[in-house]
């Protein structure tokens, strides 16, 4: 692996000074784009820089010989969309089915990409046995088997695993924060750090992350649970619990103000507590922007260029995933559509697997970034 992880965290301490020294956001500091090299590959835009690109992998999407071409080129790191989710991985109780997530494992290693996986423990995307065969006496067995049986599965195969996913909700009312999953409620809270350790164990070379939603904007529920997460990453760090990496999400709308100061402070300790930081599913939503497309892509492109600039200005931001590479199959199409019925454009490819002016954004934040 040319990036390993012991390579992913070297440096990440000392890595956000510039961050520190932000008083105020930059969204809108710059209004145009340098010129960028558009003969080179996100990729390679990224890797100049130490930074992995890559993108979420769906098996369908991936069947399209012209989408899979676009992906293999661009991107130097992939990540299972669905596939191993526990919806996916579990038809029943007693079996599991690798299909898909062995496809995007081939996938990735044959075009030269890492692979990661996500994720082993979420509250959604659980099967319809789920809920009437784990209960409070099983729960934690049922967990454990999945994690070992599925990262030993991948295990030297997986450049990093979701361990976690969006395990924080201040709006449950817990004093540490944390949402009240059916994890929580059958295991306890330390749920959380049983799962990593039971991914070290049988993985351990994996670079092992937490991932977490709706923390970039500079509003008080974010702040709320960027303070839960602070929280829940020291404390497992001083337990000694194996956890290397925090996702940030990334999923923002074209209107998110993002860049604040305390955001910035945010990455700065999480970069101080030593780990790194992936964003890892980064889309920006176009649902609510009016206007011509020129003038909504290009609104979509400042967003790109705005916040990546700002995170690559923190060290320990090591990787850029988006969810997805191409407005052809994007979650947003059904999760979120425009009210006027016109196609969503949220990524750095249209559904006609053209470049959107978010391509040049993105590469123009990579050349721009220091190296790591
Ligand atoms: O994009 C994913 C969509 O296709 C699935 O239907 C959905 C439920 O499994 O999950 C979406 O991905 C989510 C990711 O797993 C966790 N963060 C939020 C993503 C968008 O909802």
Redesign the pocket.
Known sequence: MELTRRKFLIGTAAACAAVRAMAAPIAGEVAAFPHVDSSKSLGQHAAAKGILFGT?L?VEPLKDPAYANLVGSQCRIGVS??AL?W?ALRPAPDRYDFSGGDYLYQFSSSHGMKYRG??LL?E??LPTWFHNTVNARNAKAMMLDHISVVVRHYAGKMHSWDVV??AIDPDDGRPDGLKNTPWLQMIGPEYIEMAFHAAHEADPKAMLTY?E?WIEPENRPAEQKRQATLALLTNMKKKGVPVHGLGI?S?LFAETIVGGPNFAHFLDEIADLGLAILIT?MDIRDQHLVGSVESRDQAVAQKYYDYLSFMLRCKAVKAVLT?GLSSRYT?LTK?SPRPDGSPVRPLPYDADLKPTPAWRAVAAAFDQAGER
């Open positions: 979420a769906g969309e669905n989710k919806n996500h994720t979420w959604q995307a996913n969006e991932n939603n999400q999923h599913e969810w979650w999760f």
